[in-house]
């Protein structure tokens, strides 16, 4: 018999979710206000670890009502990064249009992080 396995009972593993959750979506916001006030870039790489914790905790999350929050935080970011790919060209055209592009994502962003975490604070799952 192991002695190091512990069982976790629902109640924690529900805390410890939430916990991780407030974490991600804490990083995610940091990114998101920052990206929406001119010259207040913080790192990618707070964005680079929100997204590794979701991804990894993710499936802990199954069967939850918090696994929509690990998905809804992964298709944000997956989301965003393909629309700043995708508008990047507009920067070389004139920069204008690509500041208005990149700052209408920001905002989108920023919107989908405090919805999550509106709902988080409920304790209400994320609809798509």
Known sequence: MNNDIVDV???ERAESLKTVGW????LHLIVAVAAVLP???PSA???IIALVIDLVKKSDAAGTWQASHFSWRVRTVIWAGVLYAVTAPLWLVFFFPGWVAW???SIW???RIVRGMVAM???QAIDA
């Open 121 to 123: 604070n409920k304790g």
């Open 103 to 105: 700052g209408l994502i």
């Open 109 to 111: 962003f920023l919107y």
């Open 39 to 41: 010259g207040a870039q």
């Open 45 to 47: 790489a707070l964005l």
């Open 23 to 26: 974490v991600s979506y804490i």
């Open 9 to 11: 009972e629902p109640s």
